[in-house]
Structures are given as structure tokens and as C-alpha cells.
């Protein structure tokens, strides 16, 4: 299945193709992939973050679907 | 340790120094510009008539060295909302004024000849003066700062206040600017009018030597100490403040609220942004780099988080500060418009003439819904927000706003509470911050309860934008916090390690208690937070606000904001009973 995922502010170097930016990415993953998993195999740093699917929060062991958004976000805010 | 309320009536320009009211030595900041307005100005008065006052006054821990501590407060009656006014702002001039033993400059009446401009200087030793200057008359605030600055000794160091041109013109939009650690007049108490307020006073301009002073001393040095460390290291350690906000500022926020479709784009017609990266914190880093623009910078001296940028222009010069994330929404998503250089412009327009950018980014959006210009027609934009130095239209009915707007060009979308118009978030979408809009004494304001950081950013606990569940409460509890921050005088982006972190928390009224040598502890920190709120309240009671003035626009609960397709759902009772708490207050207070 085929998931869009992408990674920003400080995280957004971890995109596998060492590119950058935050513009999303197509992943082809295996039926059953959860967000830890992604997390894991991205190498993202073991620290807290904001997850969301489609625009909504989602835990870490959310099972991704096809066609989903994924969007990883470090601890941010402002105002 | 001296605190005194400098008056400077401008009716018969007479200035006179008092000592606060005993009964008031727990106030700072807005608790103290709260209980000034409360006390001195008729509920009925006239906001930009004589009767009105204006207030600046730094926190409790101004002219310290405790972290961000050094913002301050300006209050008065509002000419936007109509109701009581503090409008925040960082800058040099709390800690200039508080190093003066000033814990606030009460300025009353009005300038008998309306052609007339003053300039109050107050210098390092205390003593204050009325200078006429009415060739400064229509300056803009970076002309008016190089004047300013050609007035000054050789080696002075000072703060500047000032209003420009906007507020000359008596626009309900005018803010007031404050001088940064360059002299930049590039920080704001922008909204709610207090520009025009102090131009209609006929003070065009403040300005406060501290020369040679230092921090100030506590009562108890040690123990001040040991808790700033405290303090500081937290703000440090949390990833929010001592990482995000450095690196990429306020406007860090504009992907990830685009992200959670809480972006109010086109006029709130939608909670995303297609250009949301070309407008967001990231990019703007990384461009400000390119052109050889510093990191990063405070918008006050002891600012640790340094959350601050200069956007330097394609040849790397200074352009205007930020932009902040407010303003990068503003006149970017809510405009259509999806280049930073463009919304630049925009802001250095606003900052020169003295506008808040935030209620102009949204009533320019206003005007566009209206058919009258293109969304993201940026030339245009800046062209109809210049029509006013004339005195033309559209210019002068934009520089009232948002509402103003909406009714003289025929807009039924117009995203205002008690006239004034809703920052960066969708309500519909990040529905806590709806019940902070819907309530607040400011109006729309997300400063005043910022559950954003509960809501979306999973600061201080967690809870679904998504639903009303919950919402009230947690607004309810920030707008206290909040009151109290901004009465000691803190950035409130402190409140993001304050949050997470108990020592944090502790270390401010430990800070405020070692400094004043009074007791301060969680309790009564949160009571002078409760305190400021009741005045406030009452305060628009009098002035004639019911429970009618604490709702969001009818068409949040009818029109669907893509992409959730949702709905503002929290219901009248739980929006009435966010400030159940004010009889009991008023009552403690002696008020009732």
C-alpha cells in the first residue's frame, strides 16, 4: 500500500532520500505497518513528537492505511 | 526597591510622581493596568476622548534578570472592542521604566490644541518632562525612531515608545510600537487600538534613558538566584523553548497548524494552505540564512528563548522584524498570499504606519471575500492599506478593522468577537481556542488562554481540537495562568515549560517572592490572576457587555470548515461558565 509521509522542522532530514524539506514523500509499505514502525525505520530521535493522520493526532501504534497522510512534527509551538 | 505611578496629565501638562497604593503592591503588569482602568476610567467614556487612560506598566520581575522577564503591559479602554484593554508587548521599555523605580505611566486627559504633539522623556535619574514636538506630527515609526534618536545624548541608552501615523488618524486598528535591544521600533502592543488612544492624548512618543542602571536588586538575592537558575534551565531544556522557538520562531506554527486543517485560509473558508511551507517557519529560516540575516535574537534583554528574526530583503538588508507567525498567517493563508517577501512587505507597511498586523491581515482578507480584490493579489493589498496615509478609501475604513470592514463592503464572513478580529487558529477546527476567542474581556484573542498548546502542540496535557469536551475548563484555568504571567511580566512562552515542568512552575512565585520579599506561593500567584480577570470583567459589565457579546460568529456553528467539515460545538452554558469564578472574586476583593 501507499502512504504519503512527511517529516518536519528539525526532523525533516530524515526523510530516507537525505533531501529534506517537508514535502511529502510516497512510501510503498507492507500491510500492517504501524506509525512506531515508520518511526523506527526512519531513525527518528527517541524523543517527543507530534503525530498526526490526516490531519488528526494519532498514536504510535496506529496501523496506517492505504492512501493516508502521515505527518510527523518535533515538539513545536509559538504564537 | 521604588514603585512608583508616574502621572502625566496632558490636559495641563503637569507630571507628578506618587508612591503605589499599598492595596495595589501585588499588582504588576496587567493586573496593575487592570485596576488602574477599572479605578479611573468611566465605563462609558469615550476611548479616544480625554476621559480615557492609558497605562504602561511592567511586571512585577521588570528591570530584573529573571528569563523573559520583561514584558509589558499598555491598557485603556478600547476604541476597537469598546471594553477594557492590555495589550502585551516585548521591547526595552519595562525593564527602562521599572530601572526608574516606575511601576507604570498613567497618562490622562488630553492635549488642549489637537495639532499639538508631545514627547515624554523620562531620563536615567527619574525626572520627567513634556517636550512639544509637533513637526514629528505623521511620522512614521522608523523615521520617527532616527528622530527620536537625534534628540539623545551621545552613548544614551534608552526604550522608545511610539504611535504612528495610523493612530494620528484615530484608526481602531493602531497599535502601539516598542523599541528592541537595537532600537528597532519593531515590537507591539498592537491590538485593540491603543495606538489611537495615545495619539488622541497628543503623546506621540515615550522615550526612557536607564543609562547606567543594572538589573535591579531582590530582597533576597540568594534565594532569587537559586530559583532563576531553576527557571532558566527549564526554559533551556524543554524542547519548545530551548530548541523549536530558536531555530525557527513563531512561525514554526504555520505547517502544523495547516497540517491539523486549523489554518484559517481565504477568510476562514478553509482550515489548510496550500503555500503553507512557503510561508512557514522553516522556509523563513532558511532564507533569512541565504541572505546572511542573523539566527536569532530577543525581543527584550534577558530573553533566553530568543524566538525573534529579522527578515532581511533580497539584498540582505533589514526589512522588519519577524514576521511572526500571526502575521505570516495573516497577511499570508487568510490572504491567499504565499510568498514571504510579499507578506514582508505587508508587515513593514503595518509596522511603519503603526498598525496591529494581525487585525489587518484579517480584515484584508475581509475586504478581498468582498470581490473588491483578488485573494494572494499581494500589490494590491499593500496599495489599498496606503490608500489611508492620504486619507483615502479603502484605507481609512480597513485601518478600523475587520468588523468595520465587513459592514462597509457587504461581508457576512467576518471572523470578529466584541469587534476585534480572531488570530491564526480556526475555532471550528481547534475548538478550545474558540472558547478563548468567544470569551476573553479583549476579544478575540488567542494570547489570553492559549489552548493551542494543549489542543494541537500536546503541551501541558492533551486534548482533541476536535471536540467540545473539556474545552471550557481548560480555557477557563489558562486565561488565569495567563493573567498571572502577564502581571509578573513574563513572555507567556515560558508557559510551555511551566506546564510540563513543576520546578518551572515553582520557580515563579519563588522568583516574584525573593524579589518583592512578600509572600507568593501557587495560591495567590493564580488569585492576582483571578483578580486581574474580575476587573476586567466588570469593568465591560459596566460598559454595557452581556453574555450575548461572549459568542463566536453565528456562522461557526453553521458553515463547515474543509477539510474536517466541522463545526464550532461548545454550547452557550459551558462558553458562560468560563468566568464563574468573578462574584466570589469580586466579592474577596471588596468589589462587589
Known sequence: MKVQIALFASLSRYQPDGEGGRAPR????????????????????????????????APDDHVLAEGERLAIFPPVAGG | ??????????????????????????????????????????????????????????????????????????GGKSPLTGGIKESNSGGQAAHALARNGIAAVVVTGAAADPDARYCLVIENDGSASLERVDEWAGLGNYDLAEEIAATR??????????TGPAGEAGAKAAGIAFSDPKGYPNRFAGRGGLGAVMASKGLK??????????????????????????????????????????????????????????????????????????????RQAETIKARGGEEHHGCHTGCTIQCSRYWMDKDGHYKTKGPEYETAWSFGADCGIGDLDEIAELDRACGDLGLDTIEMGATMAVYMDSGALEFGDADGALKALMSGVEGGTPGRVLWNGAAATGKEFGVGRVPTVKNQAMPAYDPRSVMGIGVTYATSTMGADHTAGYTVATEILKVGGEADPLKPEGQAELSKNLQIATAALDSLGFCIFVAFPVLDIPEAFAALHELAAAHTGDEWDADSLMQVGREALTFERLFNEKAGFTAADDRLPAWMMTEKLPPHNVVFEVTDAELDSVFDFVPDTAREMGLA
Open chain 1, 26 to 57: 510516497e512510501f510503498e509499505l507492507a500491510e500492517g505497518t504501524t506509525i512506531a514502525d515508520i518511526i523506527l525505520s526512519l531513525g527518528l530521535p527517541d524523543e517527543p513528537r507530534v503525530v498526526f493522520v490526516n490531519g488528526r493526532h
Open chain 2, 1 to 74: 526597591m521604588t514603585r512608583d505611578i508616574l502621572r502625566v496629565d496632558m490636559g495641563d501638562l503637569s507630571i507628578t510622581r506618587q508612591p503605589l497604593p499599598d492595596a495595589w503592591r501585588r499588582y504588576g503588569g496587567r493586573a496593575l493596568t487592570d485596576a488602574i482602568v477599572y479605578s479611573e476610567v468611566p465605563p462609558d467614556a469615550e476611548p479616544l476622548g480625554p476621559d480615557n487612560v492609558l497605562v504602561f506598566a511592567p511586571g512585577i520581575l521588570g528591570g530584573t534578570s529573571a528569563p523573559n522577564g520583561g514584558r509589558i503591559s499598555v
Open chain 2, 153 to 162: 545624548p551621545e552613548g544614551d541608552r534608552y526604550a522608545t515608545i511610539q
Open chain 2, 205 to 282: 512618543a515615550v522615550v526612557v534613558s536607564d543609562k547606567g542602571h543594572g538589573f535591579l536588586g531582590h530582597a533576597d538575592k540568594e534565594a532569587f538566584n537559586a530559583s532563576m537558575k531553576r527557571f532558566a534551565t527549564a526554559l533551556k531544556d524543554h524542547a519548545v523553548t530551548g530548541q523549536a522557538l530558536p531555530a525557527y520562531g513563531t512561525n514554526v506554527l504555520t505547517n502544523i497548524l495547516s497540517e491539523a486543517g486549523g489554518l484559517p485560509t481565504r477568510n476562514f473558508s478553509h482550515g489548510t494552505f496550500e503555500m503553507a511551507d512557503d510561508i512557514g517557519g522553516e
